[in-house]
């Protein structure tokens, strides 16, 4: 059973923006907190944006702050990434993770409380 999909990856030049979504079709997806984490070819998975299971708190990590915003809608069991401004420095595969715990300040920023993981969505910006 698919429990996360995530689309709207792509190859895009520096500066633009691409918008990602997750679907969440096995899920109870208001049950979850979510994230997006990202990981670059040779280097670990790391925490990119999370939303708490309302949507009314988020957090993001700091190299993405003010560029990226998170949202979700639960009535739909999806959950965005929209990404401005992008950088050759953002290229990397983008997975949504859910987790059923409780996560301070959005959603939970390691990946090893994350319970759920979509298979990903590749992401190259160009210089």
């Known amino acids: 059973q698919v429990l996360l999909v995530e689309s709207g990856g792509g190859l895009v030049q520096a500066g633009v923006s691409l918008r990602l979504s997750c679907a969440g079709p096995?899920?109870?997806?208001?049950?979850?907190?979510m994230s997006w984490f990202r990981q670059a070819p040779g280097k670990e998975r790391e925490f990119v944006a999370g939303?708490?299971?309302?949507?009314?708190?988020?957090n993001y990590a700091a190299s993405v702050k003010g560029r990226f915003t998170i949202s979700r809608d639960n009535a739909k069991s999806s959950m965005l990434l929209q990404m401005n401004s992008l950088k050759p420095e953002d290229t990397a595969v983008y997975y949504c993770?859910?987790?059923?715990?409780?996560?301070?300040?959005?959603?939970?920023?390691?990946?090893?409380?994350?319970?759920?993981w979509g298979k990903g969505t590749l992401v190259t910006v160009s210089s």
């Open positions: 993770a859910a987790s059923s715990g409780y996560c301070s300040g959005g959603g939970c920023i390691v990946a090893s409380r994350m319970n759920y």
């Open positions: 096995g899920l109870t997806f208001s049950n979850y907190a």
């Open positions: 939303i708490s299971r309302s949507g009314d708190s988020t």
